[in-house]
């Protein structure tokens, strides 16, 4: 089974956590460059390798017909839902694409839920290689306003990535428990709201605390959002108003997603991140004439651009709190989650509105990863003493006749939760009823997200005979699941769900064996290669040392026992057992320890040598 | 025929050990989660009587304890079939909570189960008294929806319709109360072990007041939806 880590797949970054055992605290995994945060960018090596993270994002500046970013993005949507977004990102959508969404990377097309898998596997690497064993469950959070497609493409890219995925937890919810909010009196028995605003999503969460007997309960009230709102916004904003005046300055117009407006976004993504910190900041772009476009911004002037998305941040933050049927006032904490939130104005927004200081001690870049950690704690050690009720962010409903939607389950019920639906024929041996299953809150199904669509096989029979009950369950990770039962001879029907907008079986399993064409040598081959390059170094080193004249004075049998610790390590490297290359490598270490001190003192005497004793 | 008013669910096999057990979670034999038995509902599972005066913290501690033994984080490690088992009881049980902790859908609830109310049904006729009122209402929602069509000033359709909101309102407020009162003469009724035909009466009343409500009810968001 192997560890369990907590992972947040995050628009813009995407990180890793896990609860140490000693401390029982969650911690952030670092990757090779020793940073937490892993970029949520993918490209294609023309020698058909992928590569992840910081290196793919350097990789947007100079192959970007190669590389994605934001593809979170895309996550469970259809080619026609994502058309807004293609005037701003520069996706490059196979015209192919049918129900899934195809990206091309050069030569080649992935669906986005492989392409997630490419970073889940990168954290998965990162994981194992900082354990030094395999890392096999995960919990993964999603945007708490992501619908049952956008989820079910979540937990896909898990199992692409080779994770069981143990749950799907919202992110507010998971900030919630990094935070700990229990174990502060003030908020025990109290309502806290999450505000997270992260690269590409905005969600806003109420929740209760509640101690009991037994442990504490955190239990979602209301939640609500937008799943495509957030830091992404502001740079598109930035972008388009530079891009304008880049135009009149020296009629340059970008192509939109060529490499340059990729290197313009990156700088000014970095004026953004320093005007949280600073009130003015300078661009300074050098243009392809030969000019260097330079301006001067103001916080002041930032916050003009940004007021709007702001705003549209507080709509769903109003309609979470009414569900909840509570007042700004009658918040006890209110939590800020995302790297968005680093920005001044929002802070400041936040805080009026609910007349609090916001929490923001831990970083809002790793706290959603942290809770994902607890909550891969829980489920691990089954963990008693703290128990995580959600709800789903969306109605289910059932479409009727006249295009019009029947509410099976209200938004904002704790899941798991379900509903029944009886259903019979209208004409005589009618043999399917066609079922047309719904998310959101509009009156017409038009308005609302398409789930899937099924077809119940029924006996030829007189009308309105058969009776049939539909089971419509949303699991913990939000997730639906259709059961149907003949009421008249008890027999359980099997249905085929075809998700609207998805993958089904078969599509996985597809990918699933080709994902090995691009799989990472699994844990153990990785960990051998790791081990022997250790080893080659660690033989260099003490073939050197004992070319050296001072490792004459090494006693003989000391010289005895580093020469069949070189033998034993030689062997080991030959066979493709990790464990022993690595104890071979230790008892070498401790072999050659005295042969080591000898070799540093005579460093020193030849440092000193030549030296006057005045100079020491 | 005469409805068992039954407060604890009845005995079943468990689907582990095969032991018959009155167990209402878990299983005296073997301690594994146990299905929901034919024939239970919501009021069952909270071990409450088919009453509709509920205490409503004492509801809440109920499902908070519940959910502490019933919830799928439990069974993470556990045999597909009861993390199954799991998850339909979770579901279950949070979909009682959500029924019995709203009044209106308790009553529409517990009628349901007592035969009375098919789900989902709502008469859609104007109660005869309100024929008159209902009626100026829709030529008033009419005329708002034409002057909005050529773009003529609404102000004065809009007050006029805002008063009958609020008329309507104060009307399903007045509903509101109707229904407090025969809820607590059900409970009377199931306190002194009624007769069923005294039953039947009250729940036949109940089903009016339901439907008058869920018309109303319709009445006023159709006003609202006018009026944004």
């Known amino acids: 089974m192997g560890k369990i880590v907590g992972i947040d797949l995050g628009t813009t970054n995407s990180l890793v956590a896990y609860v140490d055992a000693q401390t029982g605290e969650p911690k952030c995994i670092p990757g090779p460059s020793g940073s937490t945060l892993c970029p949520s960018v993918v490209s294609l090596d023309p020698d058909g390798s992928i590569i992840v993270g910081e290196p793919a994002r350097r990789r947007l500046l100079t192959q970007p017909e190669r590389s994605i970013y934001s593809v979170k993005r895309l996550m469970g949507r259809g080619p026609s839902d994502v058309q807004s977004e293609l005037k701003l990102f520069p996706f490059r959508i196979d015209p192919a694409s049918k129900n899934v969404i195809r990206v091309q990377l050069g030569d080649k097309v992935f669906t986005p839920p492989e392409i997630s898998s490419f970073i889940l596997r990168e954290l998965k690497n990162w994981a194992e290689s900082y354990f030094g064993e395999p890392v096999g469950r995960a919990v993964i959070t999603v945007p708490a306003y992501f619908n049952d497609a956008q989820r079910q493409a979540t937990k896909d890219a898990g199992k692409l990535a080779g994770l069981e995925v143990l749950r799907l937890v919202n992110e507010p919810t998971a900030a919630a428990l990094a935070y700990g909010l229990h174990e502060k009196p003030a908020a025990a028995g109290g309502k806290v709201a999450v505000y997270d605003l992260g690269g590409g999503t905005f969600d806003i969460s109420v929740l209760k605390l509640i101690s009991t007997g037994e442990g504490d309960i955190y239990q979602v009230l209301s939640t609500n959002g937008d799943t495509h709102l957030g830091g992404d916004d502001i740079d598109n904003l930035l972008q388009a108003f530079v891009h304008e005046q880049i135009l009149q300055t020296d009629q340059i117009d970008f192509s939109p997603h060529g490499e340059l407006a990729q290197e313009l976004r990156k700088a000014l993504i970095d004026i953004k991140h320093q005007l949280s910190e600073t009130t003015s900041a300078t661009l300074r772009f050098p243009l392809p004439n030969g000019n260097v476009f330079v301006r001067e911004f103001t916080r002041g002037a930032l916050e003009a651009l940004i007021r709007l998305v702001v705003e549209r941040t507080m709509v769903p933050v109003k309609l979470a709190l009414a569900d909840a049927q509570l007042k700004p006032n009658e918040l006890d904490e209110v939590v800020l989650v995302g790297g968005t939130t680093r920005t001044p104005m929002i802070r400041r927004t936040v805080q009026e509105f609910f007349d609090r200081k916001p929490h923001t001690e831990l970083n809002p870049d790793e706290v959603v990863a942290l809770g994902a950690a607890v909550q891969a704690n829980i489920l691990d050690q089954g963990v008693k003493n703290m128990l995580l009720l959600d709800v789903t962010p969306l109605s289910l409903g059932i479409e009727t006749y006249g295009g019009a939607v029947a509410k099976a389950i209200p938004r904002n019920s704790t899941i798991p939760a379900s509903a029944q639906e009886l259903y019979t024929t209208g004409v005589d041996n009618q043999t399917g009823i066609d079922i047309h299953v719904l998310q959101g809150e509009r009156e017409l199904a038009k308005d609302c997200r398409s789930l899937a669509r099924f077809t119940l096989r029924v006996p030829p029979a007189p009308a309105g005979l058969p009776r049939i009950e539909v089971k419509f369950l949303i699991d913990a990770n939000g997730i639906l699941q259709v059961a149907a039962k003949d009421l008249r001879n008890g027999q359980q029907h099997i249905i085929e769900v075809q998700p609207s907008y998805g993958l089904n079986d078969a599509d996985i399993e597809r990918m699933l064996e080709e994902s090995i064409e691009y799989a990472e040598q699994d844990f153990a081959e990785r960990q051998v290669i790791e081990a022997r390059t250790e080893a080659e170094s660690i033989l260099t080193a003490t073939a050197k040392a004992l070319a050296n004249p001072q490792a004459a004075q090494l006693p003989a049998t000391e010289r005895q026992t580093v020469d069949a610790g070189v033998a034993a390590l030689r062997e080991a490297v030959k066979g493709s057992d990790y464990k022993l290359i690595r104890q071979q490598i230790d008892e070498l270490n401790r072999a050659t320890e005295h042969l080591a001190e000898l070799l540093m003192n005579t460093a020193v005497q030849t440092a000193l040598e030549g030296k006057k004793l005045a100079e020491v | ?228």
């Open chain 2, 1 to 228: 025929m005469a409805t068992p008013l039954h407060t604890t669910n009845p005995p079943l096999a468990c689907w582990n050990c095969h032991e018959r057990t009155i167990g209402t979670h878990f299983c005296p034999g073997c301690g594994k989660l146990l299905q929901l038995p034919q024939g239970s509902d919501y009021f069952a599972m909270f071990e409450l009587p088919r009453k509709l005066w509920i205490e409503m913290g004492a509801l809440e501690q109920k499902f908070l304890q519940l959910s502490w033994k019933l919830h799928p984080d439990n069974f993470v490690g556990a045999t597909e079939q009861e993390r199954e088992i799991s998850l339909q009881r979770s579901s279950e049980l949070n979909d009682a909570y959500r029924t019995l902790r709203d009044p209106i859908a308790r009553v529409e609830y517990l009628l349901a189960i007592e035969g009375t109310r098919k789900n989902g049904e709502n008469k859609q006729q104007a109660p005869p008294e309100l024929l008159e009122e209902v009626f100026e209402l829709n030529e008033s929602l009419d005329e708002l929806r034409e002057a909005k069509a050529d773009g003529s000033d609404t102000a004065l359709l809009r007050c006029r319709l805002e008063d009958a909101e609020k008329n309507f309102e104060e009307k399903q407020n007045e509903v509101d109360g109707l229904l407090q009162s025969k809820a607590r003469e059900w409970d009377a009724a199931i306190d002194a072990s009624a007769q069923e035909a005294a039953r039947k009466k009250i729940m036949a009343q109940l089903n009016e007041l339901l439907n008058r409500r869920s018309y109303i009810r319709n009445l006023v968001v159709n006003v609202q939806k006018e009026l944004l």
